[in-house]
Structures are given as C-alpha cells and as structure tokens.
C-alpha cells in the first residue's frame, strides 16, 4: 500500500540500499514531498515528486500526509528558499529548524508557512523563479565541496548543483546529469550563451558531468568544490593546472 509523507527536517539523506553504511545518491531538502513503496523495521524505499529519484531513508525522518495533502503540495507552485541557510520557528512550539537553500515553502502567507497540522514562521528570502537570476544564484554556491549525492552549500554534486540552481529559477530539472543531457534544446558550441547546461563525457562517451555556462568562455560547475574554469570544444579547462579536466560532450538550452 502506497503512503504519502513529506520531510520536515533541514535535509535528510536518500540512501541506495536500506542502511546506514550504503551510498548516498541524493538528499531530500525541508519541504519536499515523496510516495512510500515499501517499508521495513528501519528504513521505508520512496519516490520523490518532482524527480521521480528512488531511494531509502530513515523511518524517522519524515512526517506522513494523506493523499489529498501529497496532491496538493504537487500541484502548487511553493515559494523556494534562496538563503544559503534560512530559519523556521514552530508556531505552537517555538522549535528552530535550520533550512538550507532550495527547501520548498508550502502554503507560504504572510512569512509563515503550513504543512499537515505544523506551522512554522520563515524567516529569509524567496527565489525569483526567474531564469534570468540563473548566473547569480549559481555564483552564490562558490567554494562549496563537493559531495556525491549532496544539494546543499555544505555539500553538492555536479548534477545536484544544476538542479538546486534551475529550482530556485522555476525550473524543475531531473536529478542526474545524464537524465539533465535529455531535456531542453539541443545546440552546438558556438551557440552556447551564459546560462546554458554543458555536458562532459567519460572514456565511454557517456555524460558524467554538467555544468552552468558564464561569460567569457567561463563555466561554472562542482568538481572539487564549486569553482569557475575556462570552457573550450575540448572541455574544461582548469584553472589551476592548465590542463583538460573534463571532455565536451554535448550542450542544451533552457530557454
């Protein structure tokens, strides 16, 4: 029996496999919502809304909604967290709950938001939605490590990085760069303007890397950390050493 639930914690990590020790393929931010597939003792398999991304998280780590309450958190458009970290404080308890950005604010109505029975006052700033604000809001990421699975300023992975950002600019991207290399338009290297998605490929031509286009034959992507290097038809070229660090594969357009 399918059952619905949506984290109210600042992040909680999405788990390959049923235990502690298993990979972290991604992570679910405050206020995002997920069907229930199946369960055991410890860990419960879900889907999330948006992505469809399917994983295991901790059967304490969430909070279950009905299916009236999971349709509507998916077919209305919530305000996104922008800060790097902003504040939620409890109406009825007075409990703090730090939210990093990208966390979704559903019911969002006059600095408070409402999810299920628990209210919460917001205290921080809402994205534009604007795909305009797209070479800003990746800037704002800069020097954040990298972390396979991760989307937050604390940690973040290269695909995890183009879909935190495209969120904040109302747009909702899937969660993998090779699913990111299908969608959009296509184009070719001399079309590429600031604010595309480029693709780099591994020793099988198969996409393992995306990241944001900038000004001045400059991209901005997670390798590391956070950091800006010099796009060519070759690749990326690193900053620090000169050298290629990944090869060109493909590039598309969002607009």
């Not at 235990?19 to 919502?33: K, P």
């Not at 597939?37 to 469809?52: A, E, L, R």
């Not at 990085?161 to 760069?177: E, K, M, V, W, Y």
């Not at 099988?204 to 950091?227: C, F, M, P, T």
Request: contains cysteine; charged residues 20%.
């Amino acid at each position: 029996m399918i059952k619905y639930a949506v984290n109210i914690l600042g992040l909680i990590p999405l788990r390959k496999n049923p235990n502690d020790q298993s990979e972290m393929i991604s992570q679910i931010l405050f206020g995002q919502h997920f069907k229930i597939i199946s369960s055991n003792p410890k860990w419960v398999q879900i889907i999330t809304s948006k992505d469809k991304y399917e994983g295991w998280i901790c059967i304490k780590q969430y909070l279950e909604i009905n299916k009236n309450e999971y349709d509507n958190l998916s077919s209305n458009d919530y305000p996104i967290a922008l800060d790097k970290t902003s504040q939620l404080i409890g109406i009825d308890d007075d409990i703090e709950i730090n939210i990093p950005m990208g966390s979704t604010l559903p019911f969002f109505e006059n600095g408070e938001i409402k999810i299920s029975n628990k209210k919460f006052k917001f205290k921080g700033q809402t994205a534009s939605k604007n795909l305009n604000d797209i070479i800003n809001y990746s800037k704002l990421l800069i020097n954040s490590p990298y972390l396979w699975g991760g989307k937050s300023i604390l940690g973040i992975d290269c695909s995890g990085f183009t879909q935190l950002i495209h969120s904040l600019c109302g747009i909702d991207l899937p969660r993998d760069a090779y699913q990111q290399a299908k969608i959009g338009k296509k184009i070719k290297f001399h079309e590429i303007v600031p604010g595309d998605l480029i693709f780099f490929e591994n020793e099988s031509e198969k996409v393992n890397h995306v990241g944001i286009s900038l000004e001045s034959n400059q991209i901005i992507h997670a390798s590391g950390k956070v950091r800006i290097d010099i796009l060519n038809k070759n690749g990326i070229l690193n900053t620090d050493n000169n050298l290629i660090s990944h090869k060109y594969h493909s590039a598309i357009t969002i607009k």
